[in-house]
């Protein structure tokens, strides 16, 4: 910011998934390096910011976390359009929430910006013994469509610093004509086109 | 209601958490922010005799047990209003609560219809359910040990909720009703009054906050919108040149009530005047935080702007500042014009904001 005289990247990141996989505790370790058992469900959506040096740059996420249930999915696109980046989280220990993930990864392929970065976090990384999916199968099914893959856990903070930094050097490094913001403004538009989510 | 069977008993209560102290509505002290302390701190002596001596009008007004609730209101219906706006003493709140939105004519009409939710159904949200319970007022001391009494009343009435109505079934955001209203009265009285709410017993309901697509959130967000541009036209320029929406800020009103992040004695205030008034009060109490905090709001960027619409300030959040401001602030002729041209837009699937006049057969119906 002008203040600083740092050259900020500003970079629209936006979480999904399904509810209960720690969506919210990831953001807040990253962001607070806090995380708590019980964590508030989220309702509707909540907005973060985080700056993250990436060698000579800074790259600075700006955050929507999202309400990860099912019924809420008409007021997703409004958050990931116009992202750069997606993190798509599931619980290794639970395996529809991984189905769920795949689902999401797809709508972002087919309605997100072509260029996002999208990276797959296997979270609750630490319940090991209650692991359902492995990290190869997630591995794999990553390598294949192009994702960023780690495992991660909010409670332990493995791997949380690691997936933004991964996806802060992958951002481009410039992106002038990308809306940091949502594209809220193209509103005219998709008024015409989809009634499926929040627009007036 | 009978509180020994319930769905997650297969567990052992959690420990019982060490006492910290809480607020006088038992939420854990915190430092600052979101507690209900500061307002309510050291109530002065008078403040307790004015207290007293409401509650004494009321039960007067209300009658033993309730007995003389709907004389009273048809003979004088500002009064009650009125007096309801002020506030409804804190003891009388749950039975006031019954009354008002139609619950406890619901409960009188289908006696066992709860136990038999509870005990022998089963639904396909129950995970959804468990995932949530721990996370529903997690600094409330009634709902903070696991399995404890708090948590299993808060499923048993979301699961019979989603038995009930299984088009809604279980969604996110339902569990801080529940739970507010478990806070003032017993399971079986707290599922009824869900019930009033989301069928409509008295008022419009609500059930299209929660069904698929969200319909009835999208309507009142587009109407929120359309209010702030019309009657703050600064800050309605402001947000569009910062593109912000009011899905951004406003859905969780409107999906839980205020009662998600927001100070329980407010939450207590409005919870008042939503049952008796309905909708609207949702409306008013969004255009007075914006418009208490207008000329800070304006200055801001973006991000500074998203997250002052989520913190406001403690004098804003002050139900005897706000809530006066929000009854200055008149929305329902307008409220009535934007929903049918709404529903124009949208092919008539739109709600009514409005109270309906007759009672609504809200029973049985959404069972098989
Ligand atoms: N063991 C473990 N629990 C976690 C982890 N991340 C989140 N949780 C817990 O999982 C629950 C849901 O987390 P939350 O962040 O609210 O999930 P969201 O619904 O996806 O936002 C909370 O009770 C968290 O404490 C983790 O890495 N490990
Ligand atoms: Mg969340």
Redesign the pocket.
């Known amino acids: 910011m002008a203040t600083t005289g740092i050259n900020y990247i500003p970079a629209k990141l936006v979480l999904l998934?399904e509810?209960?996989?720690?969506?919210?505790?990831?953001v807040l370790r990253f962001v607070k390096g806090q995380?708590?058992?019980?964590?508030e469900?989220?309702i509707g959506a909540a907005f973060f910011t985080q700056t993250l040096a990436v060698n000579e740059t800074t790259a600075k996420f700006e955050i929507w976390?999202t309400a990860?249930q099912e019924r809420y999915h008409s007021l997703a696109p409004m958050y990931y359009r116009g992202a750069a980046a997606a993190i798509v989280?599931y619980d290794i220990s639970n395996t529809d929430s991984f189905t769920r993930a795949k689902k999401w990864v797809e709508e972002l392929r087919q309605h997100g910006n072509p260029n996002m970065v999208i990276a797959l976090a296997g979270?609750?990384?630490?319940?090991v013994d209650n692991k359902q999916v492995e990290a190869e199968v997630a591995q794999t099914y990553a390598q294949d469509n192009g994702l960023l893959f780690l495992e991660?856990?909010?409670?332990t903070a493995q791997g949380v610093n690691e997936l933004f930094l991964e996806i802060a050097r992958r951002l481009p490094k410039a992106n002038p004509t990308q809306p940091s913001r949502m594209i809220v403004v193209d509103r005219s538009s998709e008024r015409l086109v989809s009634t499926s989510y929040y627009c007036c | 209601m009978d509180r020994k069977r319930t769905g997650v008993d297969d567990f052992e209560p959690g420990p019982i958490p060490s006492p910290r102290p809480v607020d006088r509505f038992g939420f854990v002290k915190q430092d600052q922010n979101n507690s209900s302390e500061g307002l309510t701190k050291s109530k002065p002596l008078i403040d307790k005799e004015r207290e007293e001596r409401r509650a004494r009008k009321w039960r007067k007004m209300i009658g033993i047990g309730g007995s003389d609730w709907k004389h009273y209101v048809r003979r004088k219906p500002l009064v009650v209003k009125r007096r309801i706006r002020k506030g409804i003493p804190d003891c009388l709140r749950g039975l006031v609560w019954q009354l008002i939105s139609g619950s406890r004519d619901l409960l009188l009409m289908n006696a066992g219809v709860y136990e038999q939710l509870v005990i022998y159904e089963t639904s396909a949200s129950e995970l959804d359910i468990i995932r949530d319970i721990?996370?529903t007022f997690p600094s409330h001391v009634f709902f903070q040990q696991r399995h404890g009494p708090g948590q299993r009343s808060l499923y048993n009435v979301l699961k019979a909720y989603s038995v009930y109505d299984r088009n809604v079934g279980y969604v996110q955001g339902m569990g801080f009703l529940a739970g507010l209203l478990l806070l003032y009265m017993s399971e079986e009285d707290a599922f009824w009054l869900l019930v009033a709410l989301l069928k409509g017993a008295v008022h419009a309901p609500m059930e299209g906050l929660y069904l698929v697509g969200l319909p009835l959130v999208q309507q009142y967000l587009s109407q929120f919108e359309q209010l702030v541009k019309e009657q703050l036209p600064k800050l309605g320029q402001h947000f569009m040149q910062e593109m912000i929406n009011p899905s951004m800020y406003a859905s969780q009103w409107f999906i839980t009530v205020f009662t998600y992040s927001f100070p329980f004695p407010l939450a207590l205030r409005i919870w008042d005047v939503f049952l008796f008034e309905g909708v609207k009060i949702v409306f008013k109490v969004g255009l007075a935080l914006l418009r208490y905090c207008e000329n800070e709001l304006v200055k801001l960027p973006f991000e500074k702007l998203i997250n002052a619409l989520r913190y406001f300030p403690q004098d804003a959040l002050n139900p005897d500042v706000l809530l006066p401001l929000a009854y200055s602030i008149k929305v329902s002729k307008r409220l009535e014009v934007l929903t049918i041209e709404y529903g124009k837009r949208n092919g008539e699937l739109s709600q009514p904001t409005e109270s309906r006049n007759e009672q609504v057969e809200v029973t049985k119906q959404s069972r098989k």
Do not use: E, H, P
Not at chain 1, 35 to 39: R, S
Not at chain 1, 123 to 127: F, M, T, V
């Open positions: 998934g509810m209960g996989t720690g969506k919210s505790s990831l995380f708590f058992d019980y964590q469900s989220t976390d990860g989280v979270n609750k990384a630490d319940l991660t856990s909010a409670k | 721990s996370r």
